[in-house]
């Protein structure tokens, strides 16, 4: 049975292994027999991780992120902890959406499943 999946990024990204965990995380649920539904979320100082000039090879993120693209996974960042964080749109990633703090919130409500990174 297909589910829709949350994976939350909450933690800065360097000197520690949750955004690339959480993204291989991310991508086997996604790539799994089910082939859910998977959105990740940059949230809390996970936003950083969301930046355009985070160095992904540094944090081997290319991999697991075109393997999520492929199964038609999703990234987006929390607009209202990026306020809190001083971070604006035009530093995000062409390739994550951001969203208002309520639309996040529903989404991580109405999922099936929350892993949190």
């Not at 939350?8 to 799994?32: I, K, M, S």
């Not at 290319?62 to 209202?80: T, Y």
Request: charged fraction near 30%; hydrophobic fraction near 45%.
């Amino acid at each position: 049975m297909k589910r829709d999946v949350v994976v939350l990024l909450t933690r800065a990204p360097y000197g520690r292994v949750h955004v690339p965990e959480g993204l291989r995380a991310a991508r086997g649920v996604a790539a799994g027999f089910d082939q859910h539904d998977v959105t990740v979320v940059f949230t809390e100082d996970g936003t950083y991780a969301a930046r355009s000039d985070v160095d992904r090879d540094a944090l081997n993120m290319p991999g697991h992120v075109a393997d999520l693209r492929e199964q038609n996974g999703a990234m987006i960042v929390d607009a209202a902890a990026m306020t809190e964080r001083g971070i604006s749109a035009d530093e995000i990633a062409d390739d994550v959406t951001v969203r208002a703090g309520d639309e996040v919130s529903a989404r991580i409500r109405d999922a099936d499943c929350v892993l949190d990174f």
